[in-house]
């Protein structure tokens, strides 16, 4: 598990540019500042720590600030459409959570909640749209339907949501909705001409570049 894992196939959440300036995202009502993105995102660094030790992997930042933020857009719009719904999180999810629990136990106490919270989001996201999905087939009076039918019925109403609510995103973030999936891309409006500066514009993270960045830019 890394903080770079996507978001769970099949959900679309949609980005502009459209967020006020120090907010990284804003999922409807909810807003995700660039300070709270560095500090979760810094905390999975440390949290991860040992991991990309023993896997000799290093990171540069800003593709841990990516895929923390992915992480917090999925568990934010997952906990808006629960409470539109009036749902609770299953067992399913919490099941995942205790797993989560056991492994955050030999990481430092400070980043534990985070780690849990942020991992789990996937688990969060399916488990609110199979609850919605069992719902949605029941008000149209579908009997005894299928897994593959209440999830498909959850993911519309997770595909619907952003155009109804709104999910904006900071372009700096790299963040875009392709074929109804989050994903990195290059958003950057400037034109990276040097080597160094094109990979740092890369979607996907180059060990090699991230070793010879700063300590403040690089994890692992």
Known sequence: MTVATTVAAGLLLSSCAGASPGVAAK????ELTVRQVDTAAGEMCTALGDQFAAQNTV???SFVRQGTLQL??????????????????????????????????????????????????????TDIVNQVGKIVLADQGVADPTDEQVTQAGVDVFNQWP???????????????????????????????GEVA???????????????????????
Request: charged residues 20%; proline residues 6%.
């Open 59 to 61: 990171l540069p930042m």
């Open 163 to 193: 155009d109804a609510h709104g999910v904006d995103i900071d372009p700096r973030y790299g963040l875009e909705s392709s074929d109804g999936v989050l994903t990195p891309v290059d958003t950057n409006t400037s034109v990276a001409v």
């Open 27 to 30: 999922v409807g009502d909810e």
């Open 198 to 220: 094109k990979k740092g514009l890369a979607t996907e993270p180059d060990t090699a570049f991230a070793r010879t960045l700063p300590l403040t830019q690089r994890c692992g």
């Open 72 to 125: 917090m857009i999925l568990r934010t719009q997952a906990l808006a459409v629960a409470d539109q719904y009036g749902l609770e999180p299953g067992s399913s999810y919490n099941n995942d959570v205790a797993q989560r629990q056991r492994t955050a136990a030999s990481m430092p106490d400070a980043v534990q909640d985070t780690y849990v919270e942020l991992t789990s989001a996937n688990a969060l996201a």
